[in-house]
């Protein structure tokens, strides 16, 4: 059996919109005049924080960071909410700050000791290779440079220190020697650092193929030069230029070179141009012109 429904008069649905309206615009009023009334609470100084600590241990000073948070922790979010307030620990925002204006930073952790201290402990990116250009300077590739001779800024160029993750923060000091792997190519833009060298995944297995030769007899590497997104040119110790595909497995490229080596096909390096070794299985080695 279907139950009849109840009849109400135009006026009665009416005064239900009515009520329902004014319970509407209550309740949001109240929220509203709750929430206004905790923003201006926070703005008291018995709920911001009074101090930052900061814990780094590398090139820039605690005083240094502690000013540029703290210096960033004032105002308020859309003119509403202070920044310091004590009922936020704002970690987004004072990892990207600090992140955006010191590109040697690699991680910040943020937590909250006290009411009113915040703790910022910040860890520095560690060198492990550099860029030094777009192209390889002539005088870096000329057969058996002496590099103990030279500054490298006068034989490589100007460089720059790259992590782990290829990515470039800081210009290198000048030193002799082959402290880490030397790389070259264009980047995005005309500032190296804070930019990306090439991708992480892409730069870690380069990584590990220059540490492959540098034990590998006749074959220790001065530097790549990454040519585009097909090629890339290796320079080696005793002057040869190697021509290598960048898509090719860098161990299968070891291996072929260190069988080219030892085979003994190469008898007097200073008249080989080049050696290509983009051809499937075959090396190409060109030889200066005798005419």
């Given at each position: 059996?279907?139950?009849?429904?109840?009849?109400?008069?135009?006026q009665a649905r009416k005064r239900e919109r009515t009520?329902?309206?004014?319970?509407?615009?209550?309740?949001?009023?109240?929220?509203?005049?709750?929430?206004?009334?905790?923003?201006?609470?926070?703005?008291?100084?018995?709920?911001?924080?009074?101090?930052?600590?900061?814990?780094?241990?590398?090139?820039?000073?605690?005083?240094?960071?502690?000013?540029?948070?703290?210096?960033?922790?004032?105002?308020?979010?859309?003119?509403?909410?202070?920044?310091?307030?004590?009922?936020?620990?704002?970690?987004?925002?004072?990892?990207?700050?600090?992140?955006?204006?010191?590109?040697?930073?690699?991680?910040?952790?943020?937590?909250?000791?006290?009411?009113?201290?915040?703790?910022?402990?910040?860890?520095?990116?560690?060198?492990?290779?550099?860029?030094?250009?777009?192209?390889?300077?002539?005088?870096?590739?000329?057969?058996?440079?002496?590099?103990?001779?030279?500054?490298?800024?006068?034989?490589?160029?100007?460089?720059?220190?790259?992590?782990?993750?290829?990515?470039?923060?800081?210009?290198?000091?000048?030193?002799?020697?082959?402290?880490?792997?030397?790389?070259?190519?264009?980047?995005?833009?005309?500032?190296?650092?804070?930019?990306?060298?090439?991708?992480?995944?892409?730069?870690?297995?380069?990584?590990?193929?220059?540490?492959?030769?540098?034990?590998?007899?006749?074959?220790?590497?001065?530097?790549?030069?990454?040519?585009?997104?097909?090629?890339?040119?290796?320079?080696?110790?005793?002057?040869?230029?190697?021509?290598?595909?960048?898509?090719?497995?860098?161990?299968?490229?070891?291996?072929?070179?260190?069988?080219?080596?030892?085979?003994?096909?190469?008898?007097?390096?200073?008249?080989?141009?080049?050696?290509?070794?983009?051809?499937?299985?075959?090396?190409?080695?060109?030889?200066?012109?005798?005419?």
């Amino acid at each position: 059996m279907i139950p009849r429904q109840k009849f109400r008069t135009k006026q009665a649905r009416k005064r239900e919109r009515t009520r329902l309206a004014i319970k509407t615009t209550l309740v949001l009023f109240g929220i509203i005049f709750s929430l206004g009334l905790i923003a201006y609470g926070s703005h008291t100084e018995h709920l911001r924080y009074k101090n930052v600590h900061v814990q780094a241990d590398g090139s820039h000073s605690q005083e240094e960071l502690a000013s540029v948070i703290e210096a960033e922790l004032q105002g308020s979010y859309y003119g509403i909410w202070p920044k310091d307030s004590v009922f936020l620990v704002p970690r987004n925002y004072v990892e990207d700050v600090l992140e955006t204006k010191f590109p040697r930073i690699n991680h910040v952790q943020i937590k909250r000791t006290g009411l009113y201290t915040l703790s910022v402990s910040v860890e520095e990116r560690i060198p492990v290779a550099l860029w030094c250009g777009d192209v390889v300077p002539p005088i870096a590739h000329e057969q058996h440079v002496d590099t103990g001779e030279h500054d490298s800024g006068d034989v490589w160029g100007t460089c720059y220190l790259v992590d782990k993750q290829g990515y470039i923060y800081a210009r290198a000091p000048l030193f002799s020697g082959n402290i880490f792997p030397r790389y070259y190519g264009s980047l995005s833009h005309g500032e190296p650092i804070a930019q990306q060298y090439i991708p992480e995944e892409e730069f870690t297995i380069w990584q590990q193929f220059y540490t492959s030769l540098e034990d590998a007899n006749g074959s220790v590497p001065q530097a790549l030069l990454f040519v585009d997104e097909r090629d890339i040119e290796l320079y080696l110790s005793n002057g040869l230029r190697v021509l290598i595909p960048r898509k090719e497995n860098p161990e299968t490229i070891t291996r072929r070179l260190t069988a080219l080596f030892e085979s003994e096909h190469i008898q007097d390096t200073t008249k080989v141009e080049y050696i290509d070794l983009r051809f499937g299985t075959k090396a190409f080695v060109k030889y200066f012109s005798t005419e």
